[in-house]
C-alpha cells in the first residue's frame, strides 16, 4: 500500500474523489502543491523557461558564456563569424532585439566602439559586462617584412608584448565589481591601434571567463554559485587545451607563421610563435611589400600561407604560388572555441612538413 503525505485540505478532496464513483477517479485534478516561497513544483523532465536573455559580440564569445551560464542563459550572437567584426554595420533589427536583452558582455578593449552608443540607446537598461578587465593589451601589428622578419619579431612583441602599461589605464578598478560597470572602450582607455583579439589566448579566456562569471553572479545572485562551478569546469577544461596546444607547437622551427590578417597576436604571444601578417589596418601590402612577404617565406621554409574566411583570400593565394605553398584557412571567429585553436595549433605544428 503506499502512503501518502497530503495535507487536509488535499486529503478531504481526495477521500472525496474516491467516494465519488459516478465522477470517477479520473475526474479529479489537482494543481502543483505550493511551496512556502509561493512558486510551484517543477514537474519532472519540464524545462526552466526563465531563462536570462544575454547578448555577446562574437561567435567564440557564446561559447565561453554558454560554459558559464549553462541552462540558465539563452545567448545571441551580435556579429555573425562570416562577417569582419571590424567593418561591421549593425541591422536595424538586431538593434530593436537588444531591448529584450539583460545583459551583453562586450569583448572590450575598444572592439564595440564603432556601435557602443547605439547599443546602449537600443536598451538603457542592459547590464554591460566587460570581459577584458584586467586584461594588458598588445598593439596591432605594423607592416615591417625585412630581413630580420616582422618588424623585429614585432617589434620586440610589442615592447615585450605591450606590457610597458603605455596604452595600459587602470581599467576602472573601482568598478570592477559592478556588472553595469563603464567598459574600458566607453572611457577610450585604449587607441584603435590596441588589439582586440583576447579570445584567442587560453590564459586571457580564463580571466574573460572569470569576469563573465563574476558578472552573471552580479545579475542573477541566486545562481551565482552555479555559475562559479560552471566557471570552475571550464578552467580545467583550458588547462587541458593549453598542454595540447603546446604538444602540437613544440616541434615548430622556425616559430613564424604567415597570416592574412594580424588576429593571432595573442596566441602568438603566448606560445613563443610570431605572426607575419599579409594585412594591416584594412591595407594591402604594396607589390614591394609582397616582394619581401614571398622571400621571407623562402627563407624560413615556410609553404604554408594562412588565410581566413571573413577575408579574400587572393593575396594568400599570390603568395602561396611563388613558394610553391598552399593556403590554409584558420578561423579567428569559430564558434567551436576548444576544438578551433586545437586545429589551428596542428595546422601551424604541420606547416614545414608538407602535409
Not at 226 to 236: A, R, T, V
Not at 335 to 353: A, E, F, P, R, Y
Request: some cysteine; aromatic content about 6%; hydrophobic content about 35%.
Amino acid at each position: 500500500m503506499v502512503a501518502f503525505i497530503q495535507t487536509p485540505l488535499r486529503l478531504s478532496l481526495l477521500l472525496g474523489c474516491l467516494v465519488m464513483g459516478s465522477v470517477g477517479l479520473m475526474g479529479c485534478q489537482f494543481s502543483p502543491i505550493p511551496q512556502q516561497d509561493g512558486s510551484n513544483l517543477q514537474a519532472e523532465g519540464e524545462v526552466q523557461t526563465d531563462r536570462l536573455d544575454v547578448t555577446v559580440t562574437i561567435p567564440p564569445q557564446k561559447y565561453f558564456v554558454e560554459k558559464i551560464g549553462g541552462d540558465r542563459l539563452t545567448v545571441n550572437v551580435f556579429v555573425p563569424g562570416t562577417s569582419d567584426p571590424h567593418t561591421y554595420e549593425p541591422k536595424p533589427q538586431q538593434l530593436q532585439a537588444l531591448s529584450e536583452t539583460e545583459a551583453y558582455v562586450l569583448v572590450g578593449l575598444g572592439f564595440e566602439a564603432p556601435w557602443l552608443d547605439r547599443l546602449k540607446s537600443a536598451n538603457g537598461e542592459m547590464v554591460l559586462i566587460d570581459s577584458s578587465q584586467g586584461i594588458e593589451p598588445l598593439l596591432m601589428a605594423a607592416h615591417d617584412h625585412g630581413e630580420h622578419g616582422h618588424g623585429d619579431k614585432e617589434a620586440g612583441h610589442q615592447e615585450e608584448h605591450g606590457h610597458s602599461g603605455d596604452h595600459h589605464e587602470d581599467h576602472n578598478d573601482e568598478n570592477d565589481d559592478d556588472p553595469q560597470t563603464q567598459s574600458s572602450l566607453e572611457n577610450g582607455d585604449h587607441p584603435s591601434t590596441t588589439d582586440p583579439h583576447i579570445w584567442l589566448s587560453p590564459t586571457l579566456v580564463k580571466q574573460q571567463a572569470t569576469a563573465i562569471a563574476t558578472g552573471l553572479g552580479q545579475l542573477d545572485p541566486p545562481n551565482a554559485d552555479y555559475y562559479q562551478g560552471n566557471l570552475e569546469k571550464f578552467l580545467g577544461e583550458i588547462e587541458q587545451l593549453d598542454q595540447q596546444i603546446r604538444q602540437n607547437l613544440a616541434p615548430v622551427t622556425p616559430r613564424k607563421f604567415i597570416v592574412f590578417h594580424p588576429s593571432w597576436g595573442y596566441f602568438s604571444q603566448e606560445y613563443d610563435l610570431e605572426q607575419i601578417p599579409i594585412e594591416v589596418d584594412g591595407q594591402e601590402p604594396s607589390a614591394q611589400e609582397l616582394g619581401k612577404l614571398i622571400d621571407l617565406a623562402k627563407q624560413n621554409n615556410l609553404n604554408v600561407i594562412f588565410a581566413e574566411p571573413q577575408f579574400s583570400p587572393k593575396n594568400a593565394a599570390a603568395i602561396a604560388a611563388e613558394i610553391q605553398g598552399r593556403v590554409e584557412t584558420i578561423d579567428p571567429l569559430a564558434g567551436n572555441w576548444s576544438d578551433n585553436l586545437l586545429t589551428v595549433s596542428q595546422k601551424i605544428g604541420q606547416q614545414n612538413k608538407g602535409e
